[in-house]
């Protein structure tokens, strides 16, 4: 909400219908707690309850420092497609942003 609200107008956030999040699963986020969290701020601070707060989870990539192929992670095996060598290079999974806002027309 601070982000958002150094971003928009006042005017716009009164606007607001939803927010879209993007939260990788390595961000040590659990979306479930996070829409709790959401629930008990909107208590604490009326004005965004009319909100609706989506949020989509965003698997994890990594980059080969040798191959530079991008590989997509499945079952935490951070290991190169392309040439099988380990890597921890990530690339996408770590973090929570803003995806997208909706506002009212
Ligand atoms: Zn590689």
């Known amino acids: 909400m601070r982000t958002l609200e150094m971003e ?5 956030l009164k606007q607001m219908k939803a927010i879209h999040l993007k ?4 961000s040590n986020i ?3 707690l996070l829409q709790n969290a959401y629930v008990a701020y909107n208590q604490a601070n009326p004005g965004y309850e009319r909100v609706g707060l989506h949020i989509e989870s965003v ?3 990594v ?3 040798v191959c530079t192929h991008v590989t997509h992670v499945k079952n935490y095996r951070f290991l190169c497609e392309n040439c ?3 890597t921890k290079n990530i690339i996408q ?3 929570m942003l803003i995806h997208k806002v909706e506002f009212e027309d």
């Open 59 to 61: 698997d994890i990539k």
């Open 23 to 26: 939260v990788g699963i390595l």
């Open 63 to 65: 980059k080969c420092e």
């Open 84 to 86: 099988g060598r380990p």
């Open 93 to 95: 999974g770590e973090e």
């Open 8 to 12: 928009f107008e006042q005017e716009q």
């Open 30 to 32: 659990e979306p479930r």
